[in-house]
């Protein structure tokens, strides 16, 4: 069965203290990895696309990258504002156009 | 704003009482995705539509839930005799699909509340 799974449940940083979130999937032919940040109450927003083995993306204080069986987002200093749920998702391996699977997120929370 | 937009941001309903939640995609895409997110979970899939055709339904989708799209454009979910475990926020989502890209771009979401 495809399965998305994050660690940390939750992360507690101090403001520039750096940190990675992880995301491990088990689906038998990848066609992307997601990464979206939701605030609460709010719709995912997406952050980043990984589509192949070694590639990496930055966005800010955020580098998301990926090997064969998990993805990485690394925060670079983080600031309270980076405070959020952090999801990873892939496309379903039986769908058809991309419908997503997701993990249950990690928490940040960025004290100043 | 050109993003994804849903109506209405919020919903309280008496259990048994049907509801209709409404999706506004991105204007140039083909795709659109309904999702269910309940507390401390990621989204789920519902169903997907490509252009007006529903081509997708998760079995998480019962036969109370029915979803439209006419014309390709707005999206409706509706769902009937609703049950207190319908409590979730109801997340729509529109990519292009062009050249692989699977991207997808969330609106806000609609919070059901069943009582």
């Known amino acids: 069965e495809d399965q998305v799974t994050q660690s940390p449940e939750a992360l507690r940083l101090q403001e520039g203290e750096s940190s990675s979130l992880n995301c491990s999937y088990t689906v038998s032919g990848l066609r992307g990895l997601f990464w979206y940040r939701q605030d609460p109450g709010k719709g995912p927003e997406f952050l980043f696309t990984?589509?192949?083995a070694g590639e990496e993306k930055e966005k800010e204080r955020l580098k998301a990258t990926l090997t064969k069986k998990e993805s990485f987002l690394h925060i670079t200093a983080p600031k309270p504002e980076d405070s959020a749920t952090y999801l990873c998702a892939v496309p379903f391996d039986g769908g058809s156009q991309g419908n997503l699977i997701f993990g249950k997120g990690t928490k940040l929370s960025v004290k100043p | 704003d050109t993003g994804v937009s849903q109506d209405p941001r919020h919903k309280i309903t008496k259990r048994g009482q049907n509801v209709t939640f409404r999706c506004d995609p991105i204007?140039?895409?083909?795709?659109l995705y309904w999702y269910r997110q309940t507390l401390g979970q990621g989204p789920e899939f519902l169903t997907y539509?490509?252009?007006?055709?529903?081509?997708?339904k998760s079995r998480l989708l019962s036969d109370r839930f029915s979803a439209e799209r006419p014309k390709g454009s707005f999206s409706t979910l509706e769902i009937q005799r609703t049950e207190q475990g319908d409590s979730a926020m109801y997340l729509c989502?529109?990519?292009?699909?062009?050249?692989?890209?699977?991207?997808?771009?969330f609106g806000p979401g609609t919070r059901l509340t069943v009582t």
């Open positions: 539509f490509q252009n007006e055709a529903q081509l997708e």
């Open positions: 990984l589509y192949s």
């Open positions: 989502a529109s990519s292009d699909g062009g050249q692989g890209r699977n991207e997808q771009y």
């Open positions: 204007s140039e895409h083909n795709r």
